[in-house]
């Protein structure tokens, strides 16, 4: 008889993992045991890796193929693209949403809640024409281009045209100022985020 105990993250998320079939002679609660994340942090922690390392791979790949110059413009690109769809799931499916300020604020908290674990965020001042917050933490996207030897050839905060996308595709017409107040060797960061109404 098998005593395995299942990890509480696999019970909880089985409905994405129903389809999945085994073959009679694989002990399917062993390699559950063995290999689904134990905890939600541990879960949440591989994502974010795995996020951080499809960033800088692909970086890297495109230097490799087109030139150091791509690094940088391939980082602007996919961060003002994954602002602008975080931006448009959001209108989508909070159409209660006020397009303001507040509201790309909102939007930027559900980005650190669902995709940014390491990150924290300190609110200095929000109202309808300005928010100035703090996001401090790990930078993945720091930890992973230094560790590929490449962070020299982006402009930090990388996140800037995150930002950047979410005010665009919400049709804000403001000025932004994103700032490296910390970035160290080992990737922890203080970045200032102002948002301000023209």
Not at 20 to 43: A, K
Not at 66 to 94: C, H, V, W
Not at 102 to 115: D, M
Not at 123 to 135: G, P
Request: charged fraction near 25%.
């Amino acid at each position: 008889m098998n005593n395995i105990q299942l990890p509480e993250t696999f019970l909880a998320l089985s409905d994405f993992r129903k389809n999945d079939i085994y073959l009679p002679e694989m002990d399917q609660d062993q390699i559950i045991s063995d290999f689904f994340p134990g905890t939600f942090t541990e879960l949440t922690q591989r994502l974010s890796d795995i996020t951080g390392a499809f960033y800088g791979g692909l970086l890297s790949q495109a230097g490799r193929l087109f030139g150091p110059d791509s690094i940088e413009q391939l980082s602007r690109a996919f961060m003002y693209d994954l602002g602008s769809k975080m931006a448009t799931r959001n209108l989508e499916t909070k159409p209660g949403l006020q397009v303001g300020i507040p509201a790309a604020a909102k939007v930027l908290i559900g980005a650190i809640f669902t995709s940014s674990p390491e990150y924290s965020f300190e609110f200095k001042e929000l109202n309808d024409h300005k928010v100035d917050m703090l996001i401090k933490g790990t930078d993945r996207y720091h930890r992973i281009t230094q560790a590929l030897q490449i962070a020299d050839l982006l402009k930090w905060p990388v996140i800037k045209p995150f930002v950047q996308g979410v005010c665009d595709t919400m049709g804000l017409d403001v000025l932004l100022d994103i700032r490296v107040l910390k970035l160290d060797p080992d990737s922890s960061c203080i970045y200032e985020v102002k948002v301000t109404e023209k």
